[in-house]
């Protein structure tokens, strides 16, 4: 039987089942058959913190949503077109975000009355008429995937583990996914256990060919690949933390020093270590502290001995790590701060994302100890943001902080690799002779005396001839380094300290203005999807709308302020409570407006759409 194909210009799917059932694997093999056949896609990962959070509960669900297209992209999507339940809390966990009409897949074989009682329904909801406004597929899969794996002589339990294969099997015949690597991908997964690697293969291969045989699909799709959407060049889909840890050891090669990173593990942030950790033929080196002040610590020491010094963390860990920031603002000493916000306060929402971070990094020390902020806009920019923020470093002497989130650093999107020609050159020069003449004509070496143009202060490597120097928390004096409780002198180290910062290049403010405009909408980090999303479907409602981001949060862009001078009004959208629109009124005496969200979640492009067009009274 020939079966009809439609074309689709995009699709949303979701997986959606317990935090043991596989989801996140689902969901990144589908992802990877996406990326290598062409579409433009973004994702968003969910799970709970816990490590095998309670089974068939709904603080229990963990799911894996991709938005795939013809055309450019944004956003992993506001509702799911398909939405796979593989148990009845996967099912009333994500109905309220499935759209009327839509495709639902659910495994049968959970909707037995304890898994649907632990959740609240009384009845079935394949039965009780729950779903009747939606295209729901019921299939067995696990007894489908048991059935498949017989021969294999597998436990029943070992057997049903597969089962996310077999829905994997069944979405990539849907969508004609390409499957070659899938396979070769689990044979290299579980290569010790050849026969568990077989049977995952087997259970995939079973779902495929239960699309193409049972009457129940009788449409699949086809979403052509995005030829449009990427300029030409080399491309491979990429998370934001792998893309933060290339750029990172980018930074270090483009700099010819060696990386270091001093680190403790925490989520959202821990990939960044894990990658680092397998690239030691790249001069990197990776060192899990028992501690955040320790991972810190380590960081500075290097950063001391010549090295490019990085630490990553998240909020809480930023907390820990606030004194030796400020040592390394007095210091003066290149260190890169990435912050992978996640929800807060203390642990908070481990596994869901925020923006709540900014202040924190701006003022979150003692005394007057101001820090460059860099935020990354999307996955794929967390690369060059990584560059931007080891730029800065470098060229003034001064600790960094790099801002992503949870939803830029699991998320992902298609990369185009870059040519090496085209990164930057981030070489520096250490001091290697004395830089001042005393009065006696003795050559000495000042290490706080500054180039007169960055302000920053000579980068010596300990041991370097006749180039010994103190360094220490306490106030130095200007010029040579020495001790110093002299008022006048405390604040001349102030002010040139600030003036370091205030005088970093960045780009001017970049505005997307159709002309006609009078509101902006301003961002920053994350927040850039969907403002763009959002934005576009205005655009083409005829609504007149401005919109620009921002990647350098201290420094402001120097033409910031005349930028929000053109508009009557200025919105901000945040995954706060209104950060960046509080530096905003008191930097520039602007009236921005704040629209806010703190669930955990990103916001949604419709959600925003709607915001805005209230905020400009369409």
């Given at each position: 039987?020939?079966?009809?194909?439609?074309?689709?210009?995009?699709?949303?799917?979701?997986?959606?089942?317990?935090?043991?059932?596989?989801?996140?694997?689902?969901?990144?093999?589908?992802?990877?058959?996406?990326?290598?056949?062409?579409?433009?896609?973004?994702?968003?990962?969910?799970?709970?913190?816990?490590?095998?959070?309670?089974?068939?509960?709904?603080?229990?669900?963990?799911?894996?949503?991709?938005?795939?297209?013809?055309?450019?992209?944004?956003?992993?999507?506001?509702?799911?077109?398909?939405?796979?339940?593989?148990n009845?809390?996967?099912?009333?966990?994500?109905?309220?975000?499935?759209?009327?009409g839509?495709?639902?897949?659910?495994?049968?074989?959970?909707?037995?009355?304890?898994?649907?009682?632990?959740v609240?329904?009384a009845?079935?909801?394949?039965?009780?008429?729950?779903?009747?406004?939606?295209?729901?597929?019921?299939?067995?899969?696990?007894?489908?995937?048991?059935?498949?794996?017989?021969?294999?002589?597998?436990?029943?339990?070992?057997?049903?583990?597969?089962?996310?294969?077999?829905?994997?099997?069944?979405?990539?015949?849907?969508?004609?996914?390409?499957?070659?690597?899938t396979e070769?991908?689990?044979?290299?997964?579980?290569?010790?256990?050849?026969?568990?690697?077989e049977?995952?293969?087997?259970?995939?291969?079973?779902?495929?060919?239960?699309?193409?045989?049972?009457?129940?699909?009788?449409?699949?799709?086809?979403?052509?690949?995005?030829?449009?959407?990427?300029?030409?060049?080399?491309?491979?889909?990429?998370?934001?933390n792998?893309?933060?840890?290339?750029?990172?050891?980018a930074?270090?090669?483009?700099?010819?020093?060696?990386?270091?990173?001093?680190?403790?593990?925490?989520?959202?942030?821990?990939?960044?270590?894990?990658?680092?950790?397998?690239?030691?033929?790249?001069?990197?080196?990776?060192?899990?502290?028992?501690?955040?002040?320790?991972?810190?610590?380590?960081?500075?020491?290097?950063?001391?001995?010549?090295?490019?010094?990085?630490?990553?963390?998240?909020?809480?860990?930023?907390?820990?790590?606030?004194?030796?920031?400020?040592?390394?603002v007095?210091?003066?000493?290149?260190?890169?701060?990435?912050?992978?916000?996640?929800?807060?306060?203390?642990?908070?929402?481990?596994?869901?994302?925020?923006?709540?971070?900014?202040?924190?990094?701006?003022?979150?020390?003692?005394?007057?100890?101001?820090?460059?902020?860099?935020?990354?806009?999307?996955?794929?920019?967390?690369?060059?943001?990584?560059?931007?923020?080891?730029?800065?470093?470098?060229?003034?002497?001064?600790?960094?902080?790099?801002?992503?989130?949870?939803?830029?650093?699991?998320?992902?999107?298609?990369?185009r690799?870059?040519?090496?020609?085209?990164?930057p050159?981030?070489?520096?020069?250490?001091?290697?002779?004395?830089?001042?003449?005393?009065?006696?004509g003795?050559?000495?070496?000042?290490?706080?005396?500054?180039?007169?143009?960055?302000?920053?202060?000579?980068?010596?490597?300990?041991?370097?001839?006749?180039?010994?120097?103190r360094?220490?928390?306490?106030?130095?004096?200007?010029?040579?380094?020495?001790?110093?409780?002299?008022?006048?002198?405390?604040?001349?180290?102030?002010?040139?300290?600030?003036?370091?910062?205030?005088?970093i290049?960045?780009?001017?403010?970049?505005?997307?203005?159709?002309?006609?405009?009078?509101?902006?909408?301003?961002?920053?980090?994350?927040?850039?999807?969907?403002?763009?999303?959002?934005?576009?479907?205005?655009?083409?409602?005829?609504?007149?709308?401005?919109?620009?981001?921002?990647?350098?949060?201290?420094?402001?862009?120097?033409?910031?302020?005349?930028?929000?001078?053109?508009?009557?009004?200025?919105?901000?959208?945040?995954?706060?409570?209104?950060?960046?629109?509080?530096?905003?009124?008191?930097?520039?005496?602007?009236?921005?407006?704040?629209?806010?969200?703190?669930?955990?979640?990103?916001?949604?492009?419709?959600?925003?759409?709607?915001?805005?067009?209230?905020?400009?009274?369409?």
């Amino acid at each position: 039987m020939l079966k009809e194909v439609k074309r689709l210009d995009r699709v949303i799917i979701r997986f959606a089942g317990d935090s043991g059932d596989g989801m996140q694997l689902t969901g990144d093999r589908f992802t990877s058959e996406t990326a290598s056949f062409g579409n433009d896609l973004s994702t968003l990962p969910n799970f709970p913190a816990e490590i095998r959070a309670p089974a068939g509960t709904l603080p229990g669900v963990s799911s894996f949503q991709l938005h795939f297209a013809d055309h450019d992209i944004l956003t992993p999507g506001d509702a799911p077109n398909v939405l796979v339940a593989m148990n009845p809390a996967a099912l009333k966990a994500n109905l309220a975000d499935v759209p009327r009409g839509a495709d639902i897949i659910v495994n049968t074989d959970e909707f037995t009355k304890r898994p649907m009682a632990k959740v609240g329904y009384a009845t079935s909801p394949l039965e009780d008429g729950t779903l009747e406004a939606y295209n729901v597929h019921p299939v067995p899969l696990t007894t489908l995937t048991v059935e498949a794996l017989k021969e294999f002589g597998l436990p029943r339990k070992e057997a049903e583990r597969s089962k996310n294969m077999f829905a994997l099997g069944l979405l990539s015949w849907m969508y004609h996914r390409p499957t070659e690597a899938t396979e070769a991908f689990l044979r290299q997964k579980f290569a010790k256990k050849p026969e568990i690697a077989e049977a995952n293969v087997a259970a995939f291969r079973a779902g495929w060919n239960f699309g193409e045989t049972t009457e129940d699909f009788a449409v699949s799709y086809e979403v052509a690949p995005a030829t449009k959407a990427f300029p030409t060049g080399t491309y491979r889909n990429i998370s934001g933390n792998l893309a933060l840890a290339y750029g990172l050891i980018a930074a270090s090669r483009q700099a010819d020093l060696p990386l270091y990173l001093g680190s403790y593990p925490i989520t959202p942030a821990s990939d960044i270590l894990h990658e680092l950790s397998k690239h030691k033929n790249f001069g990197v080196r990776t060192f899990q502290a028992e501690d955040e002040i320790a991972g810190i610590g380590a960081a500075l020491g290097a950063a001391f001995g010549g090295s490019l010094a990085v630490t990553t963390t998240s909020g809480p860990g930023v907390a820990l790590k606030s004194e030796t920031i400020g040592l390394a603002v007095s210091l003066e000493l290149p260190l890169l701060i990435v912050d992978i916000q996640r929800g807060g306060p203390s642990t908070g929402l481990p596994t869901k994302t925020e923006q709540a971070d900014l202040l924190q990094a701006m003022y979150g020390r003692n005394g007057e100890a101001p820090v460059p902020i860099v935020a990354p806009k999307t996955p794929a920019d967390c690369f060059d943001a990584a560059l931007d923020a080891a730029r800065i470093a470098l060229t003034y002497r001064t600790p960094v902080f790099l801002l992503s989130d949870g939803y830029l650093a699991n998320g992902s999107e298609p990369w185009r690799i870059p040519d090496t020609d085209e990164l930057p050159d981030l070489r520096v020069q250490f001091a290697t002779v004395p830089n001042h003449t005393l009065a006696d004509g003795t050559e000495v070496f000042w290490p706080y005396k500054r180039d007169p143009q960055t302000l920053a202060r000579p980068w010596a490597v300990p041991g370097t001839p006749g180039l010994e120097h103190r360094i220490g928390g306490i106030e130095k004096q200007d010029g040579t380094g020495n001790i110093s409780y002299d008022p006048a002198n405390h604040e001349f180290m102030v002010r040139t300290r600030q003036a370091k910062i205030d005088g970093i290049e960045v780009p001017d403010l970049e505005v997307d203005d159709p002309g006609g405009a009078d509101t902006l909408v301003l961002g920053w980090g994350s927040t850039y999807g969907p403002i763009t999303a959002a934005v576009r479907r205005l655009r083409a409602e005829g609504v007149a709308i401005a919109q620009a981001h921002l990647r350098h949060l201290n420094p402001f862009p120097r033409n910031l302020g005349e930028v929000l001078g053109r508009y009557d009004k200025v919105v901000v959208p945040e995954m706060n409570l209104g950060q960046l629109a509080t530096l905003i009124r008191a930097q520039f005496v602007v009236d921005a407006q704040s629209y806010t969200q703190v669930n955990g979640m990103p916001f949604k492009a419709e959600q925003l759409a709607q915001a805005l067009k209230e905020a400009i009274n369409v």
